[in-house]
Structure formats: structure tokens, C-alpha cells
């Protein structure tokens, strides 16, 4: 899907078998824009308690899809996967949460958010990869499987942004808001718990942010935990935390050994915070770690790791950041783990994209 800023939009399929789909979509970047970010005020809600989420507009959702999908449905329907390369806004909208047909949604249902439970999302018919481009697509189909012999999987999670952290890692977070009353029945509680939104760093109206200013992310512990167990991999062995989790230990690791890499953290855009000029992830500070570095994995340093992966999950990570920033996160980050890096798949929290099968 190609928005152009001139003469609207572009829609090809390529389908395995059968006559290549084409459209144009009457609808130039701006406009597209626009819509995306309508449509992600549900998704990446400003807000204190899960009682204060917005309503997903699945008219617009629908309106998207009309525009977006149904022109070429010939060409991709009778397929169960679709492999999806898109740019500009796109790269910031889910294209599995466009509703396949109209759709009405209770707001008022119990328990909280009942009333989507008969949306016809795409994601119920079809399971949808994502890839940076064309190109990438190609060269992943190209790539020669990875060595059986490889360990199953690394992650580097809960990192140390300041000393405080570090010294007492057992001390409880920063209080979430108070429940909020609700007069909505059964649900009362649903609605009135606190939003945990871990990809926010919250640096916009600070005048200098600093690594050490960035909030602890605790349970991407317990998330990589049950990620090595589900594989079957020895967290002691598999897994680094805390001060572990730094700069210089995944630089110098050799991380082709590994079939799975994953890192649990922010992933920062150029501006979070002060001279971040590139998409970022964001490791424990390096005098908390006692080793050299700024702490930051850029797309830079990216570029000079060794892998040899299948997957490279980057879960917590910004990619719903405004302004299209998101989407530069997503497919910097994602562009150098999976082209230059030579990862064979990448998923970011919030984009499953994953290995086409056949590959």
C-alpha cells in the first residue's frame, strides 16, 4: 500500500496463485493521516483508568477498510495469510483491526468492552504479517535456514535507568491512581482499574530527559520468564535482568548462537530523549551497569550486531508514538534487525509480524 501526497493512494496484490489485484485508493497521505491517528486514539489513549479509553470508531475502521481492502478482496480473500507491506501512516495502524463488514458495538455492555465481541475483524478470517517492503520480503525468502544446532533463546529485560532502581530493586513502584466508582454493574472494578501503559516515557514536556528520568518496566521480567519457559529454555542461563541488561553485554554477546532474541524495554524515537537523533532501545544505564556505552541501543549499533535469528521480538517497545513517530520506530528498529542484521523476523509489541510461512 503506497500513499502518495499528490494523486491519492495505491493498492496492489500479489496473490500465490491468479491475477494481480490493483486499485487506487481516492485518498492522498494527509488524508490517510489523519484517519490513522482518529483510529489510534483508542489504541494509544492518553488516559488514567481502562473506564476512560475511547470508543474504537469501527465506522471509520470500516470506512479504512472500504477504501483500503475491499477494492482488491479478489485478489486476497480466498488466501488465510496476508503478507502486508505498507508506509507513511499505515506503518502505525493494525490492518487485522479493520472490521470486515459494518458493525454496531454496545458501549454500555458488561463486562468492559463486550459490545466488540461480534465486530467482524480481519483478524478472525486472516492472520496478517507485516514486513518493512517488497524487497525485505524477497530477501527473507531468500535467506538459508539457521544452523539447527543454535541455542533457543536470550532476552535482556528490566533494565536499571538510575541508581535508585538498582539499589532496592524490590521496592515497590510508583502508586497507581486510585480505582475509579463506576455506576456500570457487574464491571465496576474492570472499568475503574489503572491503565498501565508501558510504552510512554512520558518526556514530552520535560526540558531534558535524561536515560536515569525513564520508568522501570518490573514485569517484562515475569514476561521473558514465561516467554523461556513456554520454549523451554533455562531463564538462569537465557535471560538477563537488572544490571545485566546493559548496552555492552548484548554488543559483545555473540547473539548468532540464538534462535530467538528479545528485548522487553521502551524503544525510544529521535527526541524522547535529549540528542536521541535515532529509534532506540533503551538498557540499563552504564553507570548503574559499571560498563562504558550511553545505554542506548540505537539503530547504529543495531547494524553492527552479529545474529543469525528467526525471531527478534521487541516487546514494550513506542510504536504507537504520535505524529508518525511510531511508525519510524517501528520500521527503523525493525528495518536493521531484520535487513542488515539478518534476523529472519521481527515482532514488535503491537505488530505481529512474523516468519511467512514457506520461509
Not at 491512581?177 to 514536556?205: F, H, I, M, W
Amino acid at each position: 500500500m503506497l500513499p502518495d501526497s499528490d494523486h491519492g493512494s495505491f493498492v496492489w496484490v500479489v496473490p500465490k496463485d491468479g491475477a494481480v489485484a490493483f486499485a487506487v485508493v481516492p485518498l492522498k497521505a494527509a488524508d490517510l493521516a489523519a484517519k490513522v491517528q482518529e483510529l489510534r486514539k483508542a489504541l494509544d489513549p492518553q488516559i488514567v483508568t481502562t473506564s476512560e479509553i475511547p470508543p474504537f470508531d469501527v465506522a471509520l475502521g470500516y470506512e479504512l477498510y472500504s477504501a483500503l481492502l475491499k477494492p482488491v478482496e479478489a485478489g486476497w480473500k480466498p488466501a488465510k495469510s496476508l503478507i502486508v507491506a505498507t508506509n507513511g501512516a499505515l506503518g502505525e495502524l493494525p490492518l487485522g483491526l479493520l472490521p470486515t463488514a459494518p458493525a454496531q458495538v454496545d458501549a454500555r455492555a458488561n463486562p468492559l468492552f463486550a459490545g466488540y465481541r461480534d465486530v467482524p475483524w480481519l483478524a478472525r478470517t486472516h492472520a496478517v504479517t507485516v514486513v518493512p517492503s517488497a524487497s525485505a520480503l524477497v530477501t527473507l525468502r531468500h535467506l538459508p535456514p539457521g544452523p539447527p544446532a543454535r541455542e533457543t533463546l536470550v532476552g535482556f529485560g528490566d533494565p536499571y535507568f538510575n541508581a535508585s532502581e538498582a539499589a532496592d530493586p524490590d521496592a515497590p513502584q510508583p502508586a497507581t491512581p486510585p480505582q475509579v466508582a463506576s455506576n456500570d454493574g457487574d464491571d465496576a472494578a474492570t472499568r475503574g482499574l489503572p491503565l498501565k501503559r508501558r510504552a510512554s516515557p512520558k518526556t514530552e514536556e520535560v526540558d531534558a530527559a535524561q536515560l536515569a528520568m525513564l520508568p522501570r518496566l518490573p514485569d517484562t521480567r515475569a514476561e521473558l520468564t514465561v516467554m523461556a519457559q513456554a520454549l523451554g529454555a533455562d531463564p538462569a542461563k537465557s535471560l538477563y535482568f537488572g544490571k545485566a541488561a546493559n548496552e555492552q553485554n548484548v554488543e559483545t554477546m555473540d547473539l548468532s548462537r540464538y534462535r530467538i532474541v528479545a528485548f522487553a524495554t521502551h524503544g525510544l524515537v529521535p527526541g524522547d530523549l535529549d540528542g536521541l537523533t535515532q529509534p532506540a532501545l533503551a538498557l540499563t544505564a552504564p553507570d548503574v551497569a559499571g560498563v562504558k556505552g550511553d545505554g542506548l541501543l540505537t539503530m547504529e549499533k543495531i547494524l553492527a550486531l552479529k545474529l543469525n535469528a528467526d525471531w527478534v521480538v521487541l516487546s514494550a517497545c513506542n510504536t504507537a508514538a504520535g505524529a508518525g513517530a511510531g511508525a519510524e520506530a517501528a520500521s527503523g528498529l525493525g528495518r536493521a534487525f531484520f535487513m542488515r542484521a539478518h534476523a529472519r523476523s521481527w515482532s514488535p509489541t503491537g505488530l505481529c509480524i512474523r516468519r511467512p510461512p514457506g520461509t
